[in-house]
């Protein structure tokens, strides 16, 4: 009986050790194995519906594209592993993203079309910034994904872009037009400012001069974010581009500074401009319009002119006619 208490001793140490590793599980987990993160998100394939996934970039593969672009050290270093459950091919995977809804402590109804990150430790992330949020996460976790910062380009403390933004109302039919989503704080905005800043006032296209219009939209003022997001939609830019800088010239959309520096000017100069999408009707040309105006007035005046001089004559001779022969004038007219 003297070996009771020291029995329930080491029965209560031993609990207490299987709760702190019940607990530490998720941290140790992440120490030595890759921690985890599972993707819902619902890729309607070859449906044609104008709302839905493009059919020639699968919402699968821009996800990817879009966690790579964050976490590819990770990936490739086995520090962290994406698990990607389309929704609309399994109905199992609903069930699983109750479960895990549950478990984050969301409501798996008020999850839109935007992909939804579930991690191991139970937090969820959605939206436009939910790959920069679950970032933050990781390494708030101690987890390190290191990422590549060289290739951020410096941005001065206190600088702010503010490029140009032509009247979208005025534009010319034979205006080349430049389209520009941007953000004040973004510094790959910053990178391709001097691009943007510095467009040619005009450029030759088939011996015609045709003036170069820069409309941009700051993502960050509300009415701006709506009109992008009516762009987005319209021209079915892919879920992976939908960021800044983003430009937006003919059919081509331009996104990060190798793009734009690469493909911007020969496209202007190839005259793709001309048909870049505008939400507003382009305006007949203001030099054109003036000059059929010119001609217009000017045979005006000279039709004016010769029914006022046809008048005198006719006035001239009637006044005349009547003084010598009353009944000659309605002989002759």
């Known amino acids: 009986m003297c070996k009771g208490p020291n029995m329930w001793k080491k029965l209560s140490a031993t609990a207490l050790v299987v709760i702190i590793i019940f607990v530490a599980a998720p ?7 890759p921690f985890v993160v599972d993707v819902f998100f619902r890729n309607y394939g070859m449906e044609e519906c104008s709302h839905c996934a493009d059919v020639d970039i699968p919402l ?3 996800i990817r594209i879009s966690v790579r672009r964050v976490f590819s050290q990770g990936i490739d270093n086995g520090q962290i592993v994406f698990n990607y459950f389309n929704l609309y091919e399994n109905e199992e995977y609903s069930a699983m993203l109750s479960e895990r809804a549950y478990l984050a402590g969301v409501d798996a109804e008020s999850i839109g079309r935007s992909p939804a990150f579930f991690t191991q430790d139970n937090h969820y992330f959605s939206g436009d910034d939910a790959i920069i949020n679950l970032l933050v996460h990781t390494e708030s976790l ?3 994904i290191e990422r590549v910062t060289r290739d951020i380009p410096h941005m001065p403390e206190g600088t702010v872009i503010s490029p140009r933004h032509d009247d979208p109302y005025n534009i ?3 205006d080349s037009v430049v ?5 004040p704080w973004c510094p790959f905005c910053y990178q391709i400012a001097p691009i943007m800043d510095n467009l040619p006032e005009y450029v030759i296209i088939n011996g015609q001069r045709s003036n170069v219009r820069l409309i941009s939209y700051n993502r960050d003022i509300p009415e701006h974010h709506d009109i992008i997001w009516d762009y987005h939609e319209m021209l079915n ?3 992976a581009r939908r960021f800044v800088p983003l430009v937006l010239i003919g059919d ?3 996104f990060l500074y190798n793009e734009v520096s690469t493909y911007l000017l020969p496209a202007l100069e190839a005259g793709e401009g001309l048909t870049t999408p505008l939400f507003t009707e382009r305006q007949p040309d203001l030099e054109q319009t003036g000059a059929i105006t010119h001609w217009v007035i000017l045979f005006i005046i000279i039709g004016a002119t010769i029914v006022f001089a046809r008048y ?3 006035r001239r001779r009637i006044i005349r006619g009547s003084r010598e022969n009353p009944y000659e004038i309605f002989t002759q007219y």
């Open 27 to 33: 941290l140790s987990a992440t120490a030595g194995d």
């Open 60 to 62: 699968e593969r821009t």
């Open 142 to 144: 101690g987890i390190t």
């Open 172 to 174: 010319s039919v034979t």
């Open 179 to 183: 389209v520009y989503f941007y953000t």
């Open 237 to 239: 830019i892919p879920e």
């Open 252 to 254: 081509r959309n331009l």
């Open 312 to 314: 005198l004559l006719l």
